[in-house]
């Protein structure tokens, strides 16, 4: 169907005599879903796999093992924590990982000393990986430079100058590793089991590897139905996210995605969530802009990110969950063996 997610070869698309037609396809992806898959992307192999093959270890390890990886102060965002519904199923695991390690490192970075204490919450590492940091700056650097390039070719196909949706060097990330269980419950349809709730993301644009035996990521067209992402082992997904919605005015629509249960492995996925710098105000782009008026508020990116957490507990925390943020300690769910 040409109104499914297509596979774009970047560099192809990327290239001074790409084909209209490629281009065409790109353009009409980016203003209708809000996701592409690309391939020819320039991310090495051995960092996909160093990374994947790192945190696959350490998912793997008996649950008393991971569960010394939650963040010892009760952040969400931080270190290792897993999630049931609401019958005490595991739903999915995750590990968060912050840009920076913590404040000193933001603000030996260059981060103000406001803006490092979105870091005051360390990072864990597993000790069980020794490698494991190093592989996550490499991954993070190559994703980012996707979607450097991704913002390029969009600027390309809404014919404006190659720079106008640039991250500055600044950039602003995270990175999320999701591990989604085998699903041995009955489900009579996908709405009855969502191991992911649908959402856009609030990034500017997200790029994500998944791995698995099913499609279980879904993009949303615009009339509401749902389509698989297929699963390639040589492809990255990019997803539009709000800010470069914001930006476009509307033009570009935030990819709108959901995971649904299924397959007889686990299903992995990862992701860098990409945003312009702290400092950045996101605001309608004078290319974009409607002279009678927009829709879109101005969005402060540290506004966002500084009240991420208290937003997130405030729709999705559970009574012991708040309880651990509010005393500062690890907080790990219970869930079904």
Same mark, same amino acid.
Do not use: C
């Given at each position: ?217 879904? &993009?949303? %067209? ?6 698989? !992402?297929?699963? @390639?082992?040589? #492809?990255?997904? =990019?997803?539009? /996210? ?12 935030? &990819?709108? %995605? ?6 007889? !492995?686990?299903? @992995?996925?990862? #992701?860098?969530? =990409?945003?312009? /710098? ?22 402060? !990116?540290?506004? @966002? ?33």
């Amino acid at each position: 169907m040409p109104d499914d997610i297509p596979t774009i070869d970047l560099a192809a698309a990327l290239a001074d005599d790409a084909p209209e037609e490629l281009l065409a396809t790109v353009r009409r992806a980016a203003e209708t879903l809000g996701i592409i898959q690309v391939v020819n992307h320039g991310v090495p192999t051995e960092v996909i796999a160093g990374f994947n093959d790192g945190f696959r270890r350490v998912l793997d390890l008996p649950r008393a093992e991971k569960e010394q990886l939650a963040s010892p102060t009760g952040h969400p965002n931080r270190g290792w924590r897993q999630w049931p519904d609401d019958f005490g199923r595991l739903e999915l695991e995750r590990f968060n990982i912050a840009q920076y390690d913590d404040t000193q490192e933001a603000e030996a970075a260059g981060l103000s000393p406001e803006h490092a204490t979105l870091y005051r919450h360390v990072n864990v590492w597993p000790p069980q990986e020794p490698g494991l940091r190093e592989a996550t700056h490499r991954y993070r650097d190559a994703f980012v430079d996707v979607a450097r390039r991704v913002l390029t070719l969009y600027a390309r196909v809404l014919d404006v100058p190659a720079d106008t949706f640039s991250l500055g060097d600044d950039v602003h990330t995270t990175v999320v590793v999701n591990n989604y269980p085998k699903w041995p419950y009955d489900s009579a349809s996908d709405e009855e089991k969502l191991l992911l709730l649908e959402h856009a993301d609030s990034s500017t644009v997200t790029v994500l590897h998944q791995e698995g035996d099913y499609a279980g990521l879904q &993009g949303q %067209h615009p009339d509401g139905t749902w389509t698989p !992402v297929p699963i @390639r082992p040589d #492809a990255l997904q =990019v997803f539009t /996210g709000t800010l470069l919605t914001n930006w476009t005015d509307g033009r570009l629509r935030p &990819g709108r %995605h959901r995971v649904v249960a299924g397959g007889s !492995v686990t299903r @992995r996925s990862s #992701a860098v969530f =990409v945003h312009p /710098g702290l400092d950045t105000v996101v605001a309608p782009l004078p290319a974009f802009a409607d002279p009678d008026g927009s829709d879109f508020e101005p969005v402060s !990116v540290w506004e @966002r990110a500084n009240g991420n957490v208290e937003e997130y507990l405030r729709v999705f925390g559970r009574p012991e969950q708040l309880a651990a943020w509010r005393e500062s300690r690890p907080y790990v769910a219970e869930v079904i063996s």
